[in-house]
Each structure stands twice: as structure tokens, then as C-alpha cells.
């Protein structure tokens, strides 16, 4: 697999995405899969597909006013290039901040960007891939945003999924004050039909429960013809945040994501939640 980095990019005076140093870890994996999903498929296929539902601006800024590339924008910069690239952010000033920079990094027409929420323009995401296709999604919302029946819809294409799962980012701390009496609330939509989240935080011990969520989140996404390779757990400074869930309905992207995600950044191995 190719070895490479990114140069930290300059301050172009437009709008940037705010993030805190975590998100680091995340693009370790993110870039490494990128890596080596271009690196094995190119040619093999009709054409090879980026999707990111939650792209940002492109360039993220942290607290200490580091700057460093978005999701978006790492993607582009791929050595073995996507031939079409899909980015969807909802928000104007950082959807209008990503178009300005596809075009700044000469993308042209292999990057499109739309303007919308991910769940509600995902069937115009998959109308745009290419034909012959295989397409690789990053899903990264900032929580409990990313609905089943948006994946449903991915599941038409020939796409494996990286999804960002913020079990207790979100869920955990939320679930009784903002989620427990609405009926369709944001677990219910992301967990998806018939699934009893519910009675796993309100009747399994706490030692229990990320077991539990993860394995009934996957057997979910499971239904959709995907089989889960396994998680990776993001950690911050006070502790375990979110999870990278990985799915595909191929073995070799199986093969693929366990082979760059044994390992951190750090170097340490890590832990399958699943």
C-alpha cells in the first residue's frame, strides 16, 4: 500500500469547519482506507466512487486555529484518484466554501456538490454515481443524523460504508432527556424499523449496553445485504467518544478495512466493539 500525506493546507479567507483534535484519528482511517481501496480497485472497475453525505468545508479549523483537510477534500487529493467524487453538505456557507475549493484544486466535473440535507437528497447522490460503479461513502454527521433509510437508499449501489456511530457521544448522554418519549426520534431513525433500543438502555446493565447498541445496530444494517468488518473506537482526552463502523457486501473490502484498521496512528492495536 502507498504511504502518504498531506501538507496542512493554507488559510484561503473562506469559511472552514470547526472540529476538535480527535477528528485526526478519524482521517488516520479515513485516509488509510482511501489508500488502499483506490490502490486495489482502480481498474478494476468501470470507474471508482467517493461519497461523502456530511462533507463540511473542506478545510477544518480546531480550537488552537490549526488547520487541517476535511474528509471532502482528503478524498480529492487520493495519489490514485476517484473518477467522480460526491459531496453533500446542508449547510450554504460551508457547502458554498467546499464548491469554491473543488474548483480552486481544479476538480472540474469529477467533483459535484450539492447543497442539502444527506438524508433528503440520497437518491439524487446514487442517481449521480457513475454506471459500473463502485463507490466508497464516508458518513460522518455530527451526531444522531445519519437515518436508516438513508443507508437503505446507498444499499442500491455498489457502495461499502464507513459510518461514524456516536454511541456515546449522542445516545448515551441523550437518550433520556431528548429521545425516550418521541416516538421518532433521531435513534429511531438511524437504528431503523423494529429495532428496541429502548429496552437495551433501559433494561441491560451499563456494562452491557455499547455491546448491545453496536450489535443491534449492525444486525439493522445487516437486513440492507451488508456484513460488518469491524469497529474501531475514537477516543479523546477524557475518554471513549464514538465508533468507526465498517460494512460492505464484498469480501475484499472486508479484507481491505481489517488490514488498515488493526492499527492506530499510534501505533497500538485496537478494539473490535462489535
Known amino acids: 500500500m502507498a504511504k502518504w500525506q498531506l501538507e496542512p493546507p493554507e488559510d484561503d479567507g473562506l469559511v472552514k469547519s470547526k472540529a476538535k483534535l480527535h477528528s485526526e484519528k478519524k482521517h488516520y482511517y479515513l485516509r488509510r482506507y482511501i489508500d488502499a481501496f483506490t490502490t ?157 433500543w429502548r429496552h437495551i438502555l433501559s433494561v441491560e446493565p451499563k456494562i452491557d449496553q455499547i455491546r448491545q447498541l453496536t450489535t443491534l445496530y449492525t444486525s439493522q444494517v445487516a437486513k440492507l445485504g451488508y456484513e460488518h468488518s469491524r469497529s474501531v473506537r475514537i477516543v479523546g482526552t477524557n475518554g471513549p467518544l464514538y465508533q468507526l463502523i465498517f460494512f460492505s457486501k464484498h469480501e475484499m473490502g472486508k479484507k481491505i478495512w481489517r488490514g488498515i484498521s488493526e492499527k492506530g496512528a499510534d501505533g497500538q492495536h485496537t478494539f473490535d466493539f462489535g
Open 40 to 196: 486495489a480497485m482502480k481498474g478494476k472497475w468501470q470507474s471508482i466512487c467517493y461519497i461523502d453525505l456530511f462533507a463540511g468545508a473542506g478545510i477544518v479549523e480546531y480550537a488552537d486555529k490549526t488547520l487541517t483537510w476535511g474528509s471532502p477534500l482528503i478524498a480529492a487529493q487520493s495519489p490514485v484518484a476517484f473518477d467522480q467524487l460526491i459531496f453533500c453538505e446542508a449547510k450554504k456557507s460551508l457547502h458554498d466554501a467546499l464548491f469554491k475549493r473543488t474548483q480552486q484544486l481544479g476538480l472540474g466535473d469529477r467533483a459535484i456538490t450539492l447543497k442539502g440535507d444527506a438524508n433528503e437528497v440520497c437518491h439524487e447522490v446514487v442517481r449521480k454515481i457513475p454506471n459500473r460503479s463502485l463507490s466508497f461513502a464516508f458518513l460522518d454527521p455530527l451526531g444522531l443524523h445519519l437515518n436508516y433509510e438513508t443507508i437503505s437508499t446507498l444499499s442500491q449501489a455498489k457502495c461499502d460504508l464507513l459510518v461514524f456511530f456516536p454511541d456515546r457521544v449522542d445516545l448515551l448522554r441523550n437518550w433520556k432527556l431528548n429521545y425516550w418519549e418521541n416516538e421518532n426520534s433521531n435513534p429511531d431513525l438511524v437504528f431503523g424499523p423494529g429495532a428496541d
